[in-house]
């Protein structure tokens, strides 16, 4: 198992990532690991939705949700099927393939500077991810926090 510094450290690995404009309320983003495409979306929300649902009411009103999913091509090499976008691909990859998510969740803040970013995960393996992640909020996006708001949705907002 992996401790936490190698997941801290796993958090340092660079990949590539564009990040595109907002349209529409919508950004997204695209980077790469391993020759493999993987997206993330991010959707901007209404607030008063948001923190009714439980995610922090800070000042501001951008509050955004986010996707992470593996590309088409890569659910293809994978061998799985059209409609399973948000499941565990199962390369072994896990800590290395977060990374890059982070790496792009990170130029999307320093970007859009968002005020709350929601996302969730229904397999254990990924909520066990997302919590380490939201552990370790503070050291990798400065000025922000990051909590579990119910079983596998969590926040990450300003302080």
Request: aromatic share 16%.
């Amino acid at each position: 198992m992996l401790t936490f510094q190698q997941f801290n450290e796993s958090l340092d690995t660079p990949v590539q990532v564009v990040i595109g404009p907002a349209v529409q309320a919508q950004v997204k983003a695209v980077f790469r690991f391993d020759g493999l495409v993987y997206l993330m979306d991010f959707y901007m929300d209404h607030k008063e939705e948001k923190v009714f649902f439980g995610a922090p009411d800070v000042p501001g009103d951008r509050y955004w949700s986010c996707d992470f999913r593996p590309s088409t091509e890569t659910m293809r090499s994978f061998k799985k099927p059209y409609g399973w976008e948000y499941g565990v691909l199962g390369s072994g990859n896990e800590f290395k393939l977060f990374a890059g998510a982070v790496q792009t969740f990170k130029q999307f803040v320093a970007k859009y500077h968002p005020d709350c970013v929601t996302f969730s995960g229904e397999e254990e393996s990924r909520k066990r991810l997302y919590r380490r992640f939201v552990k370790s909020v503070k050291s990798v996006l400065p000025g922000y926090e990051g909590t579990e708001i119910d079983n596998g949705v969590f926040a990450i907002y300003k302080k």
